[in-house]
C-alpha cells in the first residue's frame, strides 16, 4: 500500500511539473509580439463545410470582416443536399466581395476534408492558402501574422494554437477547457521544449508551390491526420520551418452533449 501510494504521488508531481512547464511556455509565447508584414499579398482562405456548426453564421461573418486588403473565403460544400450549402449561398449573397461558394468536383479519396480541399485549392485566386475549420473564429490580426511569417521563405507552414469558445452546455466546457488547456498548450509546449511541429488543420496556412511540390491535396486524399502529415512533409520533404503563430483561432462550441465530447 505504500508503494502504491509512493508512485502514486511521483505521477502526480511529474504531471503538475509538466503543466507547470506548459503554462510557462504558454505565457512566453503569448507575451511574444508578432512581426508587422512589410507588404500584404492576396490569401484564399479555404472552408470546406459539413453541416450546420453552432453559430456558423456568426463563424462566417468573422471571417467576411477581417481588416485585410486582399483575401477571399472560398465556402466549399461536397453536396447541395448539405445544410450548409444554403448557409453558405447566404454568405455569398451578403459578402459578394469575399466570398465565394464552390461545390465539390468528385470524391477522390477517403478523407472528405481534403475532398473539399482538392476542389478548393483548383479555385483559389492567390498563391498564399489559410486551410480554416468552419467552426472557428479569429482576431483581427489573423491574416497579417500569417503574411509576416511567410516574408521569410524558408518558411513553408503557419499553424496556430486552438482555444475554446462559447461554451453553453457541460460538454462544450469540457470540450473548450480540452482544447485551451491540453491541445493548445501542448502545441505551444511541444515547439518550445522539443522542436517538434504539431500542425493542426484548424487553421493551417500554406504556399502553393509548395502544396503542389508535395503533390496537392490529392497527396493526402486518403489520410486521416492531413494536416500533421503535411506539417511533417513541409519539414522533412521541402526543408522548410513551420512557424507557430502568437494568437490563437478559436473552436465555437456551444451546446455540445457529454456523449458527443468524449
Known amino acids: ?112 476534408k481534403v475532398n473539399q480541399l482538392v476542389t478548393l485549392s483548383s479555385e483559389a485566386r492567390f498563391d498564399l492558402w489559410v486551410v480554416s475549420d468552419s467552426n472557428t473564429r479569429v482576431g483581427d490580426g489573423y491574416l497579417e501574422e500569417i503574411a509576416a511569417a511567410f516574408e521569410d521563405p524558408t518558411v513553408g507552414c503557419v499553424t496556430h494554437p486552438v482555444a475554446g469558445l462559447g461554451e453553453q452546455t457541460f460538454g462544450s466546457l469540457l470540450d473548450n477547457l480540452h482544447l485551451s488547456s491540453s491541445a493548445a498548450a501542448g502545441m505551444i509546449a511541444a515547439k518550445h521544449a522539443a522542436d517538434r511541429d504539431i500542425v493542426v488543420g484548424k487553421s493551417m496556412a500554406l504556399r502553393r508551390e509548395d502544396v503542389e511540390a508535395l503533390g496537392g491535396f490529392f497527396s493526402v486524399k486518403d489520410v486521416l491526420a492531413e494536416d500533421y502529415v503535411i506539417g511533417q512533409w513541409v519539414t522533412r520533404k521541402l526543408g522548410k520551418r513551420v512557424v507557430l503563430a502568437h494568437a490563437p483561432v478559436f473552436n465555437v462550441s456551444l451546446r455540445k452533449s457529454v456523449d458527443a465530447f468524449f
Not at 51 to 57: I, M, Q
Not at 91 to 98: E, G, I, S, T, Y
Request: contains cysteine; hydrophobic residues 50%.
Open 1 to 112: 500500500m505504500l508503494i502504491a501510494s509512493s508512485l502514486l504521488l511521483a505521477a502526480s508531481a511529474v504531471g503538475l511539473l509538466a503543466l507547470l512547464l506548459q503554462a510557462l511556455f504558454v505565457r512566453r509565447h503569448r507575451r511574444a509580439v508578432p512581426a508587422a508584414p512589410t507588404h500584404k499579398p492576396g490569401l484564399s482562405i479555404l472552408k470546406p463545410l459539413c453541416g450546420v456548426d453552432d453559430d456558423l453564421e456568426a463563424n462566417l461573418a468573422r471571417f467576411a470582416q477581417l481588416p485585410y486588403p486582399h483575401y477571399e473565403v472560398l465556402l466549399g460544400v461536397k453536396d447541395a443536399r448539405d445544410p450548409a450549402w444554403a448557409v453558405a449561398r447566404a454568405a455569398q449573397a451578403k459578402w459578394p466581395h469575399v466570398m465565394r461558394v464552390v461545390l465539390q468536383e468528385g470524391e477522390p479519396g477517403l478523407n472528405p
